[in-house]
């Protein structure tokens, strides 16, 4: 089909559609380790192969006919291509990349050893990370270390990955049998009080994610260790390896806020439905219907279980009040005054990390029991605190920033 958009959406079709067929024919209501699990990592890079092989033909200039329209498609060596065709006129105006979209695109036709290395990278493949067909080939031609011509110095910093991934994994191992999955849907934890309830799911959310940030670590360290986590020297000429990581350790442990776990969390991946899925829907022209349509990518993708969906929509909810609450503060004198009360601030910060990690294990509950029936009884339970709560907050906040925010603060932030 060559470099065109035919190309792209034949290829996004078939690929999502068999992911799909897959979890239908072998999902249960467990976490099933079998082959959908490294199909869905694969089902990205194949997406994402097929959209930087079509902005390649961009870079080069290539102008490619679309075998379903039966039309050239411009390149970008033309300022517009004007094309007729059963006395109708096609005008296509050049299509401008952005640096990112630059950097990742394919500019030659991969080999099918190529492309065969890329999608079963053994670092890789199982859980991930993501990582694109040109740093692949670049690794491949020797490319991707700190030493040019030799092996790259990465066996120290692949070893602190590697260790901080054990200690993730010794700490999930000691704690998982306290705060297991099954404790939900016992009777004895419906017998506990609501705020026991309540605490009980903040640690479990805590403790859960440890199983996935251990594998991430791990993986990070296979990849730096061959050289893939290469991304070139910082500053001060340092040569830096975190191209594959998954994790901002630090920043995940620290953040009091939603959106810095997000940003800390299984980057790689996030990344890569920003570059392919949210940043592509720039022509929808409303960015929170990108986002929205993004996450409910990432909720289909994961599976066909209602659960992914209510976890990703609780996300979208979470994020827009927690931007929301952010502005207040920062634009109503009383609030930001408080805030800024060096006392109060460790106050503050354990408040925040106690709703931070108390609603992100709400959150994680529909995720990890998967089906309705399991996750509508202990959000029942709880009374559904984290839907009443956020979506209270969703259309009280407004009103709330016209009461604390001067009318001058208002004046000066249109400007």
């Known amino acids: 089909m060559g470099r065109t958009i035919t190309a792209v959406c034949t290829t996004f079709c078939f690929q999502m559609t068999y992911l799909m067929a897959g979890y239908y024919f072998t999902a249960t209501e467990h976490y099933d ?51 007729k065709r059963e006395q109708s006129t096609i005008i296509f105006p050049k299509e401008v990349l952005t640096p990112e979209q630059q950097r ?70 000691l704690l998982s049998p306290y705060v297991s999955d099954e404790y939900f849907l016992s009777d004895k934890f419906l017998e506990q009080s609501f705020w026991f309830r309540c605490f009980y799911m903040l640690v479990w959310g805590k403790v859960v994610l440890y199983k996935y940030v251990t594998c991430w670590l791990v993986t990070e360290g296979v990849c730096i260790l061959i050289g893939l986590g290469y991304n070139g020297q910082d500053e ?79 996300e979208l909810l979470i994020v827009i009040v927690e931007k929301q609450v952010v502005s207040l503060v920062r634009n109503s004198p009383a609030l930001s005054t408080l805030a800024s009360i060096t006392v109060l601030k460790p106050v503050f910060y354990v408040l925040q990390q106690t709703n931070h990690w108390m609603f992100m294990g709400y959150s994680l509950v529909s995720f990890c029991l998967f089906t309705w029936d399991k996750w509508l009884k202990v959000y029942s339970s709880v009374y559904f605190i984290g839907h009443v709560l956020f979506l209270t907050l969703l259309f009280g906040l407004p009103y709330i920033h016209r009461m604390l925010v001067p009318r001058k603060e208002k004046l000066k932030k249109a400007e």
Not at 238 to 267: H, Q, R
Request: aromatic share 14%; with cysteine.
């Open 33 to 83: 380790i079998k082959w959908t699990m490294p199909h869905c990592v694969l089902t990205l890079k194949l997406i994402g192969l097929a959209i930087d092989y079509y902005d390649g033909g961009q870079v080069v200039g290539i102008a490619s006919t679309d075998p379903i329209l039966g039309i050239a498609l411009p390149s970008a060596s033309t300022q517009s291509l004007v094309i």
């Open 104 to 173: 990742f695109a394919v500019r030659g036709v991969p080999t099918l050893l190529e492309v065969s290395g890329f999608s079963y990278f053994y670092g890789a493949f199982m859980v991930g990370p993501q990582f694109s067909m040109t740093d692949y080939q670049k690794l491949a031609r020797g490319e991707m270390t700190d030493v040019p011509g030799q092996r790259p110095n990465s066996f120290v910093p692949a070893l602190k990955r590697l260790t901080l991934g054990l200690i993730c994994l010794v700490i999930y191992t």
């Open 236 to 314: 001060n000429g340092k040569p830096k390896w975190d191209a594959c990581a998954n994790m901002k350790v630090w920043l995940y442990e620290t953040t009091p806020l939603f959106t810095g776990t997000i940003a800390s969390f299984n980057i790689n991946t996030n990344a890569w439905v920003a570059r392919y899925i949210f940043k592509r829907l720039k022509f929808l022209g409303n960015k929170l219907l990108s986002q929205a349509l993004a996450l409910f990518f990432l909720a289909i993708w994961h599976g066909l279980h209602s659960g992914y969906l209510v976890c990703f929509q609780m």
